[in-house]
C-alpha cells in the first residue's frame, strides 16, 4: 500500500496535474476533492483511500512524479451522483474541481477550478432528500451569554432566524436546535467549545464548520441586504454567517430566501428535547418511525409541501389567539364543506414539489423535467381561483390571493419544451418545433439532412438539364456535384472545380459548401442552441421566482388546513375555545394516535379539568398498564393540537395557552453523556422545575422511581409541595406515581386533588377499564400485571407472600407526613421496605424449613419464640430510627 499523505508530498517534484490536485485540496482542506479529468470524476492520495474504502470502488494507482505511484479512485462523470449522495449521507464534504476551459483549445494543463461545494447542509438532488421534511443548516452565533439562531433549507428557501436571550438562553437555544434537527452546523469560534454542543454533534455524527468572527458581521449583513435595527443584537450577524457560507459552498448569493426577518422565539409553545421525544410528535420514541407519531395521525396532505408545512406547526404551536383562531375558522369551513374540500384535495394531488423546485431554480441547477412539471403545475392553478371564488373566510381568501397562476410563463414553457425530456441538459432533444426558427432549421437538417441532398440534387438537375448530375459525398473531399465530362459544358459559372477524375469533374457552390458545414456539425450546433434556449428559459423562470415561492408557500398552507380538516371529519374532532386563563377542560378526550391504531370503539374517552383553584396539580393513581401515560399523553397532545390550529379528539375543549409542555415519562442510561437513569431522570425535573412558568404544562411520570422507595418517596413529596406553591411555580400538573402515601397531599396543599385510574376484579382477574375516577386508591395491583406480562408462577406466589408480610409490618407504622416533617429526614425510618423484606425472608425460611408433623410441643414454642424476637428487634430498629 502507498504511503503517500498529503502531509509528506514533495510538491515541486509532481507532475502539473497531481500539482494542480495538491494546491486545490491545500484550499478546501475539509473537502474530499473530485476532479474531472475526461469521462471520470478522479480522487487522489488520501482522499482516494478514504473514498474506496467508504463506497467500496477499487484503488488504483497512477504515476505522479514521485518514486511512488499517488493512490487513486475513481467514478464515471454519467453515474456521479449516486456516490456523491453516499458520502453526503455520512457527513462528508465534497469539492468538484472541473474543467473550465476546452481540452483542444488548451496551451498545457486544462485549467480546473472549484466550481461548486456540496455539503450535507446544501444538498438539492430531490431523491436524496427526505421529501416531509427541511434539510436544515444551521448557523449559531455566541456572544456575552446570548446566542443568534439561522436556519435554512438551501433547497426550498425556507430560513428562520431569531436571538435567544435571558437566563435560559443557552437551554433555549438547544430546544430550537432540537426542533431544526440540523444536518449540518455552520458556528462561531467561540461557540465551537460549546462542551454540550459538541456532545449533540457528536451523538448525532453531524457536520461543523467553524467561521470566522468576520463572517458574522453586521458589515455582511448589510453586503447581503439583511435589514436589521441598532438595537438588534445577533440574529442578522448569525443570519449574515450562514450566507457567507452558502455563498462559499455555492460560488453565489442564493436569492430565494426573500427578506429575512427574525421571529421571536416566545411568539411560540417551547417544546424541549424531552416533550418532542416523550410525545412523540413526529416519530415513535422506541423504534423512531413515522407510524405511530401526532404527525402520521394527522398528515392526510397531498403533497410533499404541505407535510413539511404541516409538520413545522407541529413543532411550533402559537401562543397568540387570534392566530390560532385565523386556522380553526379555515378548518372549520373546509369541515363543513366536503365538496369543496373533496375538490380541493384534488386539485392539490400530484402537484410538482414548487416549493423545493424554488432552491434549484434558484441556484440555476433545474433540469429540463423541472420545467416541464413546473408548466404542467402551472396549468392547474387556475383551478384553485375557481374553486376557492367567493369563500370568505381570512385565511383561505389569503392563499388565494397568493397562487400567481403565471399564464405567460405556462405559455413559454408550453411552447418551448416537449411532453418528454431527457435528465442531461446536454443530450438535446429539449425544443418544440416552432419555438426558435434557426433551431427548426437545425433540427431540420440533422433529422432530414439525406432528404435534403437529394432535394438539392433533383433541384440542381432541373436548374442546369443535366439528368445524370449527382451529389455525392467522401470523408476526405466531403460533399461535391458530380457532372460527366461530356456534360461539363452545361455547368453553371457559379459551379467551382474541387476534382477531376477518368470521366467526370467534380464542383463545388457556395450553398453546398453551407450545408456541408451544417450537415456535418448539425447534430452538435443543434444540443448546443437547444441548450442555449434551455438556458433562456432557466433565466426566464428565475424571473418568477418570488411568484412561484409564494405559490408554493400559500399551497403548502392550503393543503396542511385540508389535512386538518380531514382527520377532523374523519375522527370526530372538535373544536377547542382558546382562552388566556390557566384552565384545561377536556370532556371525553380521546389519544388521537392511539384511537386511531385501536378500533375506535375500543378507545375509553376521559375527562379532565385543571385550574388555577382547586384542581391545578392532579395526583394520578392506579396499575401499571391501566392506561395512566396515555392519559396524561393525550392531555398534552390536545394542547398542541389547539394551539397548532387544528380541532382536537374530544366532546368539548377549553385550553388556557400553554407557553411550555414539560414532560417527565420513563427515563434511559444516557450512556453517551455518561450520566445514569435516575441522574437523567432528576436532570429532567431540575429543568422543569426551573423553566416552567404559571403558564405551562407539566407531565410527571413516576418521579423518583430510579432510586431506592424512601428516597423516590421523598423527592417526589417535596416535588409536588414546590409545584402546589403559587409563589414558586402554580403551573397546571399531572402527577402520575405509585407513591400512595402523595394521595394525603390533598388533605394539606392547595389545589391538589387526587384521581385513579378504575380497575375491576372479575373472578380473582383483574380487569383495566381505563376510566379516569375521581380520588385516590393504595392499590398498584403489580404482582398480578406481572402475572399477566408472564412472570413465572413460583415468582408471583412468591411476590405475594413477601407482600403480605410487609403489609402488616408497615400497616403499624404509617402516618401522615406533615409539610413540616421534613421527608428528606430520616428515611429509612419511616420507609424500611427493605428491612421488612429481609424480616419476611428470614421468618419465611424459619417456617419453610421445619416440619410441624415432627416437632414436639417444646420445639414449636421455641420457634415462635425466636420468631416473635425477630419482630420485636425489627420494631426496635424502627423507633430508634425515627
Known amino acids: 500500500m502507498s504511503t503517500l499523505r498529503f502531509d509528506n508530498i514533495d510538491k515541486e517534484r509532481l507532475t502539473p496535474l497531481m500539482r494542480q490536485y495538491v494546491e486545490e485540496k491545500e484550499s478546501r482542506s475539509d473537502c474530499l476533492i473530485f476532479m474531472r479529468l475526461g469521462d471520470f470524476y478522479e480522487v487522489f492520495f488520501d482522499d482516494a483511500v478514504l473514498l474506496a474504502r467508504e463506497l467500496e470502488l477499487k484503488l488504483t494507482g497512477r504515476d505522479c512524479g514521485l518514486d511512488e505511484r499517488a493512490p487513486m479512485c475513481g467514478v464515471p462523470h454519467h453515474a456521479v451522483d449516486k456516490y456523491l449522495n453516499r458520502l453526503l449521507e455520512r457527513g462528508y464534504k465534497i469539492a468538484i474541481c472541473e474543467q473550465v476551459e476546452d481540452p483542444a483549445e488548451a496551451k498545457g494543463l486544462v485549467a480546473r477550478e472549484v466550481v461548486r461545494v456540496l455539503t450535507p447542509g446544501t444538498q438539492l438532488d430531490p431523491d436524496s432528500l427526505d421529501a416531509n421534511k427541511y434539510s436544515i443548516i444551521c448557523a449559531v452565533l455566541e456572544e456575552d451569554a446570548a446566542y443568534g439562531i439561522a436556519a435554512c433549507d438551501l433547497s426550498s428557501g425556507h430560513f428562520e432566524t431569531s436571538d435567544l436571550l435571558g437566563e435560559q438562553a443557552e437551554a433555549h437555544l438547544f430546544d430550537e436546535i432540537e426542533r431544526f434537527a440540523p444536518v449540518e452546523f455552520v458556528v462561531s469560534e467561540k461557540f465551537i467549545h460549546n462542551n454540550k454542543f459538541k456532545d449533540y454533534c457528536t451523538r448525532k455524527q453531524i457536520t461543523v464548520t467553524t467561521l470566522t468572527d468576520a463572517s458574522f458581521s453586521s458589515k455582511k449583513a448589510v453586503e447581503f441586504g439583511i435589514k436589521y435595527d441598532e438595537k438588534d443584537l445577533l440574529w442578522h450577524r448569525c443570519s449574515a454567517g450562514l450566507i457567507s457560507y452558502l455563498q462559499d459552498t455555492q460560488g453565489m448569493v442564493p436569492t430565494h430566501f426573500g427578506e429575512i426577518k427574525p421571529y421571536r422565539f416566545r411568539d411560540y409553545m417551547i417544546l424541549d428535547r424531552s416533550a418532542r421525544i416523550n410525545l412523540e410528535l413526529t416519530e415513535t420514541l422506541r423504534d423512531r418511525k413515522r407510524r405511530g407519531s401526532l404527525l402520521w395521525a394527522v398528515d392526510h396532505c397531498k403533497t410533499a409541501m404541505g407535510s413539511r408545512n404541516l409538520r413545522q406547526w407541529l413543532e411550533q404551536p402559537l401562543l397568540n389567539i387570534s392566530q390560532i383562531e385565523v386556522r380553526q375558522d379555515a378548518v372549520a369551513f373546509l369541515k363543513d364543506n366536503f365538496m369543496i374540500r373533496r375538490s380541493l384535495s384534488d386539485a392539490l394531488y400530484g402537484l410538482y414539489d414548487m416549493e423545493r423546485l424554488s432552491g434549484r431554480i434558484a441556484s440555476f441547477n433545474v433540469s429540463p423535467r423541472d420545467l416541464i412539471s413546473l408548466r404542467e403545475t402551472l396549468g392547474r392553478l387556475p383551478e384553485f381561483h375557481k374553486l376557492m371564488e367567493g369563500i370568505e373566510t381570512d385565511a383561505l381568501q389569503a392563499i388565494a390571493r397568493d397562487i400567481h397562476t403565471l399564464p405567460e410563463l405556462q405559455d413559454k414553457l408550453s411552447r418551448a419544451l416537449l411532453d418528454e425530456a431527457p435528465i442531461q441538459i446536454m443530450d438535446g432533444g429539449l425544443i418544440r418545433d416552432g419555438y426558435d426558427q434557426e433551431r427548426d432549421e437545425l433540427a431540420k437538417i440533422a433529422l432530414h439532412g439525406q432528404e435534403y441532398i437529394l432535394h438539392l440534387e433533383a433541384e440542381e438537375r432541373e436548374k442546369t438539364g443535366i439528368k445524370n448530375l449527382k451529389v455525392g459525398y467522401n470523408r476526405v473531399a466531403g460533399y461535391y456535384i458530380e457532372v460527366l465530362k461530356s456534360q461539363s459544358d452545361k455547368v453553371p459559372e457559379h459551379y467551382r472545380r474541387r476534382q477531376t477524375l477518368t470521366n467526370s469533374e467534380r464542383y463545388l457552390t457556395a450553398e453546398l459548401k453551407d450545408y456541408e458545414e451544417k450537415i456535418l456539425t448539425a447534430n452538435q450546433k443543434l444540443k448546443s442552441l437547444e441548450y442555449e434556449i434551455f438556458i433562456s428559459l432557466r433565466e426566464t423562470v428565475a424571473g418568477y421566482l418570488e411568484e412561484i415561492q409564494t405559490t408554493a408557500r400559500a399551497l403548502a398552507k392550503l393543503d396542511a388546513l385540508i389535512s386538518l380538516a380531514e382527520v377532523a371529519e374523519r375522527h370526530n374532532y372538535c373544536r377547542p375555545r382558546l382562552t388566556e386563563e390557566s384552565i384545561l377542560k377536556i370532556t371525553q378526550g380521546r389519544h388521537p394516535v ?13 375527562d379532565i379539568e385543571l385550574n388555577t383553584d382547586d384542581q391545578r396539580i392532579m395526583i394520578l393513581t392506579g396499575p401499571n398498564m391501566s392506561g395512566k401515560s396515555t392519559y396524561m399523553r393525550q392531555v398534552a397532545l390536545i394542547c398542541i393540537l389547539a394551539q397548532s390550529g387544528s380541532f382536537v379528539p374530544a366532546d368539548s375543549a377549553v385550553i388556557g395557552i400553554c407557553d411550555q409542555i ?33 403558564r405551562s404544562l407539566l407531565i410527571l411520570d413516576e418521579i423518583g422511581r430510579g432510586t431506592s422507595t424512601a428516597d423516590g418517596l421523598s423527592i417526589a413529596w417535596a416535588v409536588v409541595e414546590y409545584l402546589a406553591d403559587a409563589t414558586f411555580i402554580g403551573a397546571r400538573s399531572m402527577f402520575a406515581t405509585h407513591f400512595h402515601e402523595l394521595i394525603e397531599l390533598s388533605k394539606t396543599q392547595k389545589g391538589v386533588f387526587n384521581a385513579h385510574v378504575d380497575v375491576a376484579k372479575r373472578g380473582g382477574e383483574i380487569v383495566f377499564l381505563h376510566q379516569i375516577k375521581s380520588g385516590g386508591t393504595d ?16 415468582v408471583v406466589d412468591r411476590a405475594r407472600e413477601i407482600m403480605a408480610v410487609l403489609e402488616r409490618t408497615n400497616k403499624k407504622d404509617r402516618r401522615q407526613i406533615r409539610k413540616d416533617a421534613q421527608p428528606m429526614d430520616g428515611q429509612l425510618g419511616l420507609f424500611a421496605q427493605a428491612q421488612s423484606v429481609k424480616l419476611a425472608d428470614e421468618i419465611i425460611e424459619r417456617v419453610s424449613d ?27 430498629m424502627r423507633q430508634e430510627e425515627d
Do not use: W
Open 850 to 876: 421445619s416440619d410441624p408433623n415432627a416437632m414436639s410441643p417444646i420445639e414449636a414454642y421455641s420457634l415462635l419464640l425466636d420468631l416473635k424476637q425477630l419482630v420485636e428487634k425489627q420494631e426496635r
Open 594 to 606: 392511539v384511537e386511531q391504531i385501536l378500533a375506535a370503539s375500543d378507545f375509553v374517552p376521559n
Open 662 to 694: 414539560f414532560t417527565r415519562v420513563g427515563a434511559s442510561d444516557d450512556v453517551s453523556g455518561g450520566q445514569s437513569t435516575f441522574m437523567v431522570e432528576m436532570t429532567e425535573v431540575a429543568t422543569i422545575l426551573t423553566q416552567a412558568t404559571p
Open 779 to 794: 392499590q398498584s395491583y403489580g404482582i398480578e400485571v406481572s402475572r399477566l406480562a408472564g412472570v413465572p408462577v413460583p
